[in-house]
């Protein structure tokens, strides 16, 4: 009867606990609801990621033309009679440096809205992403934890409400994606090092059906979303061959020296090579799939200049640098440092009394919490040495990774702490439960409060509110005449303005290397004009040039000015 009670109090608290992660994963996703409801603008990225998804015929720059907005808003969204086009969408992902996978889910999502150009298309398709994220990094730490459902909840609250975390919903791009399938290879590998461990029988067999075939299918998925997942995958994949070595390698019966285990060594031979296979299989099947994936890595011109950011070696320290400050100012809100020290300083207690007491604890094996951590090191190190350095927007690049992060400074911060109450005996009675439950709170309520003052600091980014005024602006002047006055030498920053272009009637498209006078004649006989005149070392000359164009037009005003471009009214 006693035992029967005590499965039924068991399966309560899991009931309880499985309760508590949907009420959190909801207030979450209501959280990210609100802050997409702020996003008014967009990063010329995301225009790409709707422009390359859904286009027609393509958009141009033409000089001294007209074109309507439909011309503009139609290589935006999908067409009737254009749904579901994925060849058409993997041939234009052939001409950029991107795998398609991300793209045929937006695309997916656009079909079913023909005609349809709205932020919520793209941030629909990342809200799924996230909450299989949610879903994957509570897992993660689920068994990285050892089975401490307290702390997996701290790490999926702390991690949810980041707002570096909510900027990524908010990026229209792949990256939440990337996200998916990196913490999948990292779900896959934990459970496998966890399970080998246990496994009484130890002879650490790596299993097709529960391990490499699903790992496969994440490969495959994972390169045709972001190159950067073979950088996560390589490193996993290091660490997970080294740690299965370590059984072959024993002491001798003197304690001097080493002996290898031969028959070991053959096993752990075996199945490493047959692990490599399954990888090595999953990513040949994903070039087969997208043969482009090769020029894009290897000819590509953000290939090369990867590789060529790679190999210079006197970048590192800038580099590196760079993005330590960007994950300490956006993922922990500048108190990085302060984790760092509470880790220095506990940690060397730990130390200072195992060697009083000259005793070492037998400790459960953290194999899944080093291999993590090697893992993010290496695709840390590697990513912070290639990828591009755009202020705050770079965070994009580390993005997959930071939940992992978080899960590896909280696990370290709260095992430490329960080290400590063991080695200075606070644990007799119930004070030690206690005390662990109360670390975990405060732990909790200080990342906490760190992801609060984070938002309220502004640091959810992306979501470029200050076109609110601008697109308003353009809705209420729909009916004027419209001059885009581009730069010859990247005439494709005109479309970084497509939300305000597309609710114009018309747009009169000129070059700013061009100063001969606008003859058109709704242009020479109109009162009153706005322009959009890219800053460079021409516009003032172009401005000049308008004016002297239409004699009914004395003066102009500057409206508003956005990245690379400056709105003018004359009247």
């Given amino acids: 009867m006693k035992e029967k009670n005590e499965s039924k109090n068991i399966k309560a608290k899991k009931r309880i606990w499985i309760l508590a992660l949907a009420l959190l994963l909801f207030s979450q996703i209501i959280t990210m609801i609100y802050f997409g409801s702020k996003?008014?603008?967009?990063?010329?990225?995301?225009?790409?990621?709707?422009?390359?998804?859904?286009?027609?015929?393509?958009?141009?720059?033409?000089?001294?033309?007209?074109?309507?907005?439909?011309?503009?808003?139609?290589?935006?969204?999908?067409?009737?009679?254009?749904?579901?086009?994925?060849?058409?969408?993997?041939?234009?992902?052939?001409?950029?440096?991107?795998?398609?996978?991300?793209?045929?889910?937006?695309?997916?999502?656009?079909?079913?809205?023909?005609?349809?150009?709205?932020?919520?298309?793209?941030?629909?398709?990342?809200?799924?992403?996230?909450?299989?994220?949610?879903a994957l990094l509570s897992w993660l730490a689920y068994m990285v934890t050892r089975r401490n459902r307290g702390l997996t909840l701290v790490v999926a609250v702390v991690h949810g409400f980041n707002p570096i975390i909510i900027s990524g919903v908010m990026f229209i791009r792949m990256y939440e994606w990337l996200t998916v399938f990196i913490l999948s290879c990292a779900c896959l590998h934990a459970r496998a090092v966890l399970k080998m461990e246990t496994d009484k029988n130890a002879e650490r067999k790596i299993e097709w059906k529960s391990f490499l075939l699903p790992l496969m299918l994440i490969n495959y998925l994972g390169f045709l979303t972001q190159y950067y997942y073979m950088i996560f995958l390589f490193f996993i994949a290091v660490g997970f061959c080294l740690w299965n070595f370590l059984p072959c390698v024993g002491k001798k019966e003197n304690g001097r020296g080493i002996i290898i285990h031969k028959e070991s060594l053959k096993r752990c031979v075996l199945s490493c090579v047959k692990y490599g296979c399954a990888c090595g299989i999953s990513l040949l099947l994903a070039i087969i799939s997208y043969p482009a994936s090769l020029s894009h890595i290897f000819r590509g011109y953000r290939g090369t200049g990867a590789v060529s950011e790679f190999l210079d070696t006197t970048n590192t320290d800038e580099r590196l640098s760079f993005f330590a400050r960007l994950m300490n100012e956006y993922l922990f809100d500048g108190f990085l440092w302060l984790w760092i020290i509470a880790l220095a300083v506990m940690g060397g207690a730990v130390y200072w009394k195992l060697r009083r007491i000259r005793k070492m604890?037998?400790?459960?094996?953290?194999?899944?919490?080093?291999?993590?951590?090697?893992?993010?090191?290496?695709?840390?190190?590697?990513?912070?040495?290639?990828?591009?350095?755009?202020?705050?927007?770079?965070?994009?690049?580390?993005?997959?990774?930071?939940?992992?992060?978080?899960?590896?400074?909280?696990?370290?911060?709260?095992?430490?702490?329960?080290?400590?109450?063991?080695?200075?005996?606070?644990?007799?009675?119930?004070?030690?439960?206690?005390?662990?439950?109360?670390?975990?709170?405060?732990?909790c309520f200080l990342m906490l409060a760190g992801d609060v003052h984070g938002i309220l600091s502004d640091k959810v980014i992306f979501l470029y509110e200050e076109d609110r005024e601008n697109v308003a602006y353009a809705r209420e002047n729909a009916h004027m005449p419209v001059i885009i006055l581009y730069n010859d030498v990247a005439p494709y920053?005109?479309?970084?303005?497509?939300?305000?272009?597309?609710?114009?009637?018309?747009?009169?498209?000129?070059?700013?290397?061009?100063?001969?006078?606008?003859?058109?004649?709704?242009?020479?006989?109109?009162?009153?004009?706005?322009?959009?005149?890219?800053?460079c070392d021409t516009k003032e000359e172009s401005l000049q040039m308008i004016l002297e164009s239409d004699e009914n037009l004395g003066d102009y005003r500057l409206i508003s000015q956005k990245s690379l471009w400056s709105v003018y009214e004359f009247e």
């Fill in 39 to 134: 996003k008014a603008g967009f990063h010329e990225d995301e225009y790409y990621s709707y422009y390359s998804t859904n286009r027609t015929a393509g958009l141009f720059e033409p000089d001294r033309e007209w074109m309507d907005k439909d011309t503009i808003r139609n290589e935006f969204v999908v067409l009737q009679g254009e749904r579901f086009r994925y060849g058409q969408v993997a041939t234009v992902q052939s001409w950029d440096v991107h795998p398609p996978f991300f793209y045929f889910l937006l695309h997916t999502v656009c079909s079913f809205f023909p005609g349809v150009f709205s932020k919520w298309l793209g941030i629909s398709v990342n809200m799924i992403a996230f909450c299989l994220n949610f």
């Fill in 493 to 535: 920053n005109v479309w970084w303005c497509s939300q305000e272009l597309m609710e114009y009637d018309r747009i009169y498209f000129a070059s700013e290397g061009n100063n001969e006078r606008i003859t058109d004649e709704v242009l020479c006989n109109s009162g009153k004009i706005i322009v959009y005149a890219a800053d």
């Fill in 361 to 443: 604890r037998a400790a459960s094996s953290r194999t899944a919490y080093f291999l993590l951590l090697f893992a993010v090191c290496g695709y840390f190190f590697t990513v912070s040495k290639t990828a591009l350095l755009l202020y705050e927007t770079s965070n994009r690049y580390q993005l997959p990774v930071y939940g992992i992060v978080t899960l590896l400074v909280i696990t370290a911060l709260y095992g430490l702490w329960k080290e400590l109450i063991v080695l200075f005996d606070l644990e007799k009675g119930r004070n030690g439960s206690r005390l662990a439950a109360a670390g975990g709170v405060v732990l």
